[in-house]
């Protein structure tokens, strides 16, 4: 369901640019069929945003005095464009064409969580610059955070442990390794998914 924005901060919409919002929404409101109901907030909205305009329009000025009666004004119109946007949330039921029509804005969606990443591909192994190491690199995997390398002595029985490495890069070298003895190797991406999809299992025997 679709959520009617109600951030009016100075962030959002400086002065000049909450002026024509709050006409904007209340041209939209007005004759609306979507919302008969709200003929009394179409009003109060002109009418704030007509104290609000004025205040405006004296800046110029710079006053202390007048600043403070300008605010004044904006958290005043502020306050009802809030109120007629709850009302308006209550009316649609989160219909995104309905909010729209009402010239509010609607808050941003969260973005989806990225499912089980891709399986990295181009996995090669080679030989280490030093005895007992291997170096390993493979292709990007989009969304991938890291990587995480696993690896074990063949051959793999039902009770192998893997040694397990992260890194950030797509490539890494593993050394410690026993010089003359296969290895089996995987890697995977890291993500918002705690599941790994491995990459095809890769045997190297060690210099």
């Known amino acids: 369901m679709s959520k009617v924005s109600l951030d009016f901060s100075t962030n959002q919409y400086p002065d000049a640019q909450l002026k024509v919002k709050s006409s904007t929404i209340?041209?939209?409101?007005?004759?609306?069929?979507?919302?008969?109901?709200?003929?009394?907030?179409?009003?109060?909205?002109?009418?704030?945003?007509?104290?609000?305009d004025d205040y405006l329009?004296?800046?110029?000025?710079?006053?202390?005095?007048?600043?403070?009666?300008?605010?004044i004004a904006r958290n005043e119109l502020v306050d009802v464009l809030c109120d007629t946007g709850r009302l308006v949330q209550n009316i649609s039921k989160g219909d995104d064409v309905m909010i729209l029509?009402?010239?509010?804005?609607?808050?941003?969606?969260?973005?989806?969580?990225?499912?089980?990443?891709?399986?990295?591909?181009?996995?090669?192994?080679?030989?280490?610059?030093l005895p007992g190491s291997l170096e390993m690199s493979w292709d990007a995997v989009e969304h991938a955070r890291s990587y995480e390398v696993r690896y074990?002595?063949?051959?793999?029985?039902?009770?192998t442990v893997y040694e397990k490495l992260t890194t950030p890069k797509r490539k890494i070298t593993l050394d410690g390794l026993v010089?003359?003895?296969?290895?089996l190797i995987q890697v995977a991406g890291v993500g918002s998914d705690p599941r790994r999809a491995w990459s095809s299992e890769v045997l190297s025997y060690v210099m």
């Open 26 to 52: 209340a041209s939209n409101l007005d004759g609306n069929t979507n919302y008969p109901t709200l003929a009394d907030n179409v009003t109060a909205i002109r009418a704030k945003t007509t104290v609000f």
């Open 57 to 71: 329009s004296k800046m110029a000025d710079g006053n202390k005095q007048l600043t403070a009666q300008k605010n």
């Open 101 to 129: 029509s009402s010239g509010f804005d609607m808050t941003r969606k969260a973005v989806p969580t990225v499912d089980v990443l891709d399986q990295p591909s181009n996995v090669t192994v080679k030989a280490g610059k």
């Open 152 to 159: 074990c002595k063949m051959p793999k029985t039902d009770t």
């Open 179 to 183: 010089q003359g003895q296969q290895y």
